[in-house]
């Protein structure tokens, strides 16, 4: 089963911040994070292992409620290096991602 | 610390015509994914494999089949090409140790193109 990802696409201006959601309709053990820019392949950011778990890297960071079977993604003060699309990946025996976040930083 | 390495970077075939697709995985990596990515979704789940045995199958038909070698290295086979199977084939290697999982290492991937 994919999970869902909101929203879709976001659009922001440099140095401001987003949250992008990642729900489950199965229970979740693990949580991945990945970005990736146009023509690239994904980057692997972060990897949620706990209930209640929060991790960071750089400016962003993720926090994962396995009750509610839902991580979001947190991205504060956006550069302009952060443009991408944003997958989360939800592992049970398989890593299955969600169907993307589109993010834009404008200057 | 090497990464993941695919090869050819760009395929163009004939639809009914057999493709094969290489990966070498990361340096320490036992376990090997395949991922097709089409223009604008993302990566969906072929197949894994773990120790040169797959453990794992996503939605797709058999005449996608793969192998595991010793040194962890795989190939991905696609048979009866359909023009649908055009795609970014993804494939990622990762480290099952202890049941403890480790992130993903994706290569650049093979631009398939079935005319």
């Known amino acids: 089963q994919q999970p869902v990802q909101s929203p879709q696409a976001v659009i922001l201006r440099e140095g401001e911040d987003a949250v992008i959601n990642c729900s489950s309709s199965k229970a979740l053990y693990s949580v991945h994070w990945y970005r990736q820019k146009h023509g690239e392949a994904p980057v692997f950011l972060m990897i949620l292992l706990k209930g209640g778990e929060q991790k960071g890297h750089d400016k962003i960071s993720a926090s994962f409620n396995e009750k509610k079977q839902q991580s979001s993604l947190y991205l504060t003060a956006s550069q302009l290096s952060y443009s991408g699309t944003y997958f989360c990946g939800t592992v049970r025996g398989k890593l299955i991602f969600g169907q993307g976040t589109e993010l834009s930083v404008k200057p | 610390e090497t990464g993941v390495t695919q090869s050819p970077t760009h395929l163009i075939k004939t639809r009914g015509q057999q493709v094969t697709l290489r990966c070498s995985s990361q340096?320490?990596?036992?376990?090997v994914s395949w991922y097709q990515q089409a223009l604008g979704q993302g990566p969906q789940f072929i197949f894994q494999y773990y120790r040169e045995e797959e453990n794992g199958r996503g939605n797709f038909p058999p005449r996608f089949s793969g192998l595991q070698f010793p040194n962890y290295s795989s190939e991905l086979n696609v048979n009866a090409l359909e023009l649908d199977d055009s795609a970014l084939y993804l494939c990622a290697s990762s480290s099952f140790q202890s049941y403890r999982p480790y992130g993903y290492t994706f290569g650049s991937g093979t631009r398939l193109t079935v005319v």
């Open positions: 340096s320490g990596h036992n376990t």
